[in-house]
Structure formats: structure tokens, C-alpha cells
């Protein structure tokens, strides 16, 4: 019995905040360091495990930290039947809709903006430590962005009975088909607004809401029940998940959108990645070590100017 609710509670922990799961928030951050231009990738490749590696502490920190869960998505239909509606900018959207009901309904693209914040300015301080942490968490978020289930109150199909479907979308389907994605992106680019590029993320993860509810509910409708889930073993643990082939089925169904998001959060992490460096002012890395950084020696200024849309090929 002790047993069985143990596992509940994990599974229901790992439904919970696992976003992506921790597998593809791994691999995204890690994918990105190669879209870099030399001068930042050498860097990035230094530190590339550590970076890797924390790419799953923003959804560590939702287990100690009440503040952190609302950071890793947002609810846009509770906050406004049109999308297009919620303004932009924090503040004008506090005014209209008040700060307590954005905390209660999410507020990833603001915490896109306020990580990369920081980003530049643990840059500009070049202090390795920051840069790292805020990399991996801004990696993170920007990864979260990408799933359709993030930006949605039916987050995890209990409000139209298909409970489980969120860690089925972003967990199961890239564990087992990601080793298959194209991970040639090209290369970083500069992004002008990164609040904006934010919120068009979101934007794009919010129309494929329908689909990914959808598609489901209609192939569920096509297997016996008893063919769409089976006990798997995981972590020396039998836990009732969706078949491999029911999992198939479904990643077959979404025509490519899973490894679409993913490849386009691996361009966008390292975009953001690359523009918080330019808006920074291009500082050099060579000389950081792993032990402290250069905490005060740059002062942070504010507004040095972006280079703009810089290209290094
Ligand atoms: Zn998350």
C-alpha cells in the first residue's frame, strides 16, 4: 500500500512540474550551445555540462519555493478570452487585470523578460556564475513557453477527461522520439524585443492548445482501453503510463509539432542566450574561471546601446 502511494505521489510530483520533462530541458539547453557564434561558444562549451545540468533547476526550486511554480506558465484563458487582448508590458497588465489574478493564472513571458534581464547584467558584470544560472533558468522558461499545455487552465486535460495528457505530450513523446529529431537549427539570431518574442511564443503555443486536446481525444476513441496505457517500468517502479504504441499513434497524429517546438525552443534559447550577450556589450569570457566571477568590476550601466541584429557568418 505504502508502496503504491509512493509512487502516486511521484507520478503526480512529476505530472506536476516536470515540465518538458527533464530529459528535453537537458537536451534543449545542451542543443543550444551549438547555435552560438565562436566567441560565445567557447564559453558556453566550457560550461556546457553545468548549463545542461540546471536546465531542470527552475522546476526543482517549485518544490521549496511557492513564488516559482506561476513562473513556468500562464493560463491565458483566465485572464481574457483573446489572447491579443492582455497587454504586453507587466505593468499595463497589472492595471487591467490586477497582479494577484496574473500570480493565480501564470506569468512565463514576463519571467522570459525578467531573466533575461539579468542575463545581460551578469554579463556586463561578467560574473560566470550568473551567467550560467540565469542561462540554464532562461533555457528553461523559454522551453516551457513552447508547450501548448503551458499556456492553458486544462493544462493537464482534467478539465475534459484526458488526465495525464501533459506529461504524455512534453515528457513520454520527446523521451522516446527525440533521439529521431533534426537538432541542425542553424544558428542563434539576434532578438530585437524579448518581450515581445516572448509573448509570440506564447501566442504560437496557445494555438496548438485545441490540436493537442483534440487529436488525442480522437485517437483515444480509436484503441481499446486497455491497449492505451500498460505498466512500464521506470526507475525500478511498474507505473501505468501510455503504451508505446498508443504513444506512437499520438506522435504520429501531431504530424511533427512536438519536435517542431522543440527545435524551435533550442533556436530561441540560444537566440536569447546570444542577444543578452550583445545587449550586454559583447563582453569578452576568456578570462572567467569556474571559481568566482568579476562581481563589481564592470559596473552595470544601464542602456548600452544593442548592437543590433548582428550576424557572424
Ligand atoms: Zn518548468
Not at 136 to 154: E, F, K, Q
Request: hydrophobic share 40%; net charge neutral.
Amino acid at each position: 500500500m505504502n508502496k503504491i502511494l509512493i509512487t502516486l505521489i511521484t507520478a503526480f510530483l512529476y505530472i506536476l512540474f516536470s515540465s518538458w520533462g527533464f530529459y528535453a530541458h537537458k537536451k534543449i539547453n545542451e542543443s543550444a550551445v551549438f547555435l552560438l557564434p565562436t566567441e560565445l561558444a567557447i564559453f558556453y562549451k566550457k560550461n556546457i555540462k553545468e548549463i545542461t545540468n540546471k536546465a531542470i533547476d527552475a522546476d526543482k526550486r517549485c518544490y521549496t519555493d511557492s513564488l516559482e511554480p506561476p513562473r513556468h506558465y500562464i493560463d491565458i484563458n483566465e485572464i481574457d478570452d483573446n489572447i491579443d487582448s492582455i497587454p504586453v508590458h507587466w505593468r499595463k497588465a497589472t492595471e487591467k487585470y490586477t497582479e494577484r489574478k496574473l500570480i493565480a493564472a501564470g506569468i512565463i513571458p514576463w519571467q522570459i523578460s525578467r531573466t533575461y534581464q539579468n542575463l545581460v547584467q551578469a554579463f556586463k558584470i561578467k560574473d560566470r556564475n550568473k551567467i550560467i544560472r540565469y542561462s540554464a533558468d532562461l533555457g528553461h522558461y523559454i522551453a516551457d513557453s513552447h508547450v501548448p499545455l503551458h499556456t492553458t487552465s486544462n493544462y493537464n486535460g482534467q478539465q475534459t477527461n484526458q488526465i495525464g495528457i501533459h506529461a504524455f505530450w512534453e515528457t513520454r513523446l520527446p523521451e522516446m522520439f527525440a533521439k529521431h529529431y533534426n537538432l541542425f537549427i542553424g544558428t542563434a539570431s539576434y532578438v530585437n524585443k524579448p518581450l515581445e518574442a516572448a509573448w509570440e511564443i506564447v501566442r504560437k503555443s496557445n494555438t496548438m492548445v485545441d490540436s493537442v486536446l483534440t487529436l488525442e481525444k480522437e485517437l483515444s476513441q480509436t484503441f481499446r482501453p486497455s491497449d492505451i496505457k500498460a505498466y512500464i517500468e521506470r526507475n525500478n517502479q511498474l507505473i501505468l503510463m501510455y503504451s508505446d504504441a498508443y504513444a506512437t499513434a499520438y506522435h504520429d497524429v501531431l504530424n511533427g509539432m512536438v519536435e517542431r517546438r522543440f527545435r524551435s525552443s533550442v533556436h530561441a534559447v540560444s537566440s536569447y542566450w546570444y542577444s543578452a550577450w550583445i545587449d550586454a556589450g559583447q563582453p569578452k569570457l576568456n578570462s572567467l574561471d569556474s571559481t568566482n566571477g568579476l562581481e563589481n568590476e564592470i559596473e552595470a550601466k544601464e542602456g548600452i546601446k544593442s548592437l543590433g541584429r548582428q550576424e557572424w557568418h
